[in-house]
């Protein structure tokens, strides 16, 4: 089967680098005049991967897409037509704030004819292209064609499991970037690794909140896409939803032009969170603090002021 990857940001590069270890592959972007991509630095480009700035290069059976989420929409808007009818693969981490959806429902909107899969999981674009040992979760609600695709998608260094559910996975993988905003912040502030631990159990019960009201299997959650990649983003200064979180925290400024996922994916949770009629505290303190409605100085009263409850 015939492999292509849109997006030749760090992590569609990371994924070329890899699965050109199995055969041919085409990397699409819109600029991509470099031989080294400076999104991925020290990395070489392998023989077998070919980069094209043509979508008609692009013509495989499998295609990953490996946009940030709120460009996702976009893209198909003009290009759903050629992809149509293919297996389509979003690796992008992400709530769409203007529809609420996730990548997986945009793409089967845009390209009814399309196999919608996500592929998502604990994985820095750096390591997976170093060829570092990574578990990922390939999801796609069809079995054989997860099974299908688990097979492709998978190589030496890239062990991929395989789940149905896919808005089980693709949520873990946008919600953990809320909740790591949220863990990078509260060290940034100097509150200490305890609250971080209280930050990253209370995010995770948030997440799987969020995710069975729209209809994930809570065990998904418990997994790689959702408390694996959790505790690699809410841990690591790798994760630029950490980092962010960390210049929020300390009051620094970030470097614009960064994909933060959490950032956009936060607001569009605390936009869901009364329409399902759930508190998601966290979330809706990190869609304060990403819009610049709630000061740093009062994100822990805000939390802590909160009624007393069980767990
Ligand atoms: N980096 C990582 O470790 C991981 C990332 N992901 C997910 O992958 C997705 C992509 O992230 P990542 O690769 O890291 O992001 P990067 O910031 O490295 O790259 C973003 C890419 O998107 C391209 N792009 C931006 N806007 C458009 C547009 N309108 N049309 C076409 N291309 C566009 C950029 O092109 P240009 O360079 O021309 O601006 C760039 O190639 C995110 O959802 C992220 O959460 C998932 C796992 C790991
Ligand atoms: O999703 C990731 C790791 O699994 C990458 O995290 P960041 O987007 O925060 O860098």
């Not at 009818?85 to 996730?102: E, F, P």
């Not at 592929?119 to 299908?148: H, M, N, Q, V």
């Amino acid at each position: 089967m015939s492999v292509a990857v849109i997006g030749a940001g760090a992590f569609g590069t990371a994924l070329a680098v890899v699965l050109a270890s199995k055969g041919p592959v085409t990397l699409w972007g819109r600029d991509i005049g470099w031989s080294e991509n400076p999104r991925l630095p020290g990395i070489d480009l392998p023989p077998a991967l070919r980069l094209t700035d043509r979508i008609e290069d692009c013509a495989a059976e499998t295609v990953l897409l490996a946009l940030p989420a709120q460009v996702l929409g976009g893209f198909l808007a003009e290009q759903a037509q050629f992809f149509d009818g293919r297996n389509l693969v979003s690796c992008a981490k992400g709530i769409d704030l203007s529809t609420l959806q996730g990548p997986s429902a945009l793409i089967a909107a845009a390209c009814p004819a399309a196999t919608v899969a996500v592929l998502t999981g604990p994985s820095f674009a750096a390591d997976i292209a170093r060829g570092l040992p990574t578990a990922l979760t390939l999801a796609c609600a069809d079995p054989d064609k997860a099974e299908t695709l688990q097979a492709q998608l998978s190589t030496a260094s890239l062990r991929l499991y395989r789940t149905t559910d896919v808005t089980g996975a693709e949520l873990g993988g946008a919600l953990k970037n809320v909740i790591a905003i949220a863990a990078g912040a509260a060290i940034g502030a100097g509150y200490g690794d305890s609250a971080r631990a209280s930050v990253v159990t209370r995010g995770f019960a948030e997440m799987t909140r969020l995710a069975a009201a729209l209809g994930a299997r809570p065990e998904t959650l418990a997994g790689l896409s959702g408390l694996g990649d959790l505790v690699l983003t809410c841990t690591s200064e790798q994760s630029r939803n950490f980092r962010y979180g960390l210049a929020l925290g300390a009051g620094r400024d970030f470097a614009a032009g960064t994909t933060v996922e959490g950032a956009a994916t936060a607001r569009a949770v605390a936009a869901l969170a009364p329409k399902l009629g759930i508190e998601l505290p966290i979330s809706q303190l990190v869609a304060g603090l990403a819009e610049g409605r709630v000061a740093m100085k009062h994100a822990l009263d805000i939390l802590l002021n909160r009624p007393l409850k069980e767990e």
